[in-house]
């Protein structure tokens, strides 16, 4: 179970996390999150958490595992209208907090493009954002947050137990998920009024920087060097002594 007590006793926001919708179970953080947006019933900054979510979503349609009662599970939602620019930048200010986050509980984050969240070389979580477009701003956005805490080794399925772990894993010890939920809120809240501080600060955490990366783009596959992000979040990879700037890709 998950008390949001605790969480709201660690907050040191503003705004964000002030209200928080807390579940049992969840299909997922993120689609309760739209639902609740549709009915009426969000507010900027509101937290969805879940002790179980049993159909995570990630990037490219691909599923989430949680471990019931040991991983962390949530969303923020952003009901305050973004700009187009405004709106690229937030995968990289969460990612950024999270990173911090992990930090702060003693672990060496990395992060890999697009939205992965690395100790050492294995995953620890990851980012899904959501957003609705209007007039050519962004409504309302959706950030789902997914962190291994408390996981050991027996708890991830045979397919990901190699490349997979947790907080406590790497650190020796168990941390409350309702304090890295306040703590990734605090820093994620930080990191949203000040956007273009993201931009350094998720190359510093970045695991593959000036590295040789393999990834796909188009449905088409190519080689470079991985240079950082511009202005707008997107990826800066040397081709053949060619710096080209990608919006999307996925890195092998």
């Not at 190519?222 to 990879?237: C, R, S, T, V, Y």
């Amino acid at each position: 179970m998950i008390f949001t007590n605790l969480i709201q006793t660690n907050l040191r926001t503003k705004i964000f996390g002030k209200d928080i919708e807390y579940y049992q179970r969840l299909e997922s953080t993120n689609i309760e999150s739209w639902e609740l947006i549709e009915e009426g019933n969000a507010s900027h900054g509101m937290i969805v958490i879940t002790d179980d979510q049993y159909k995570g979503k990630g990037r490219n349609n691909n599923s989430w595992f949680m471990s019931p009662s040991k991983g962390l599970a949530m969303s923020i939602i952003l009901t305050e209208p973004l700009s187009i620019d405004e709106a690229e930048l937030i995968p990289i200010a969460v990612g950024v907090a999270a990173a911090k986050t992990l930090e702060n509980r003693g672990a060496v984050p990395h992060l890999k493009w697009p939205n992965d969240i690395l100790i050492g070389d294995k995953k620890c979580g990851g980012i899904l954002c959501e957003s609705k477009v209007a007039n050519n701003m962004v409504k309302n956005m959706v950030v789902g947050i997914g962190l291994n805490i408390n996981e050991n080794e027996n708890d991830f399925p045979s397919d990901i137990v190699e490349s997979a772990t947790s907080l406590s894993m790497e650190t020796g010890y168990s941390t409350q998920r309702e304090l890295v939920c306040a703590i990734i809120t605090t820093f994620f809240e930080q990191q949203i009024n000040d956007l273009g501080s993201s931009i350094g600060l998720w190359e510093h955490y970045c695991s593959h920087l000036n590295d040789k990366v393999a990834f796909s783009y188009n449905k088409s596959n190519h080689n470079g060097i991985f240079k950082g992000i511009n202005d707008k979040g997107h990826a800066l990879i040397d081709i053949d002594n060619n710096l080209k700037t990608f919006p999307s890709i996925i890195l092998e």
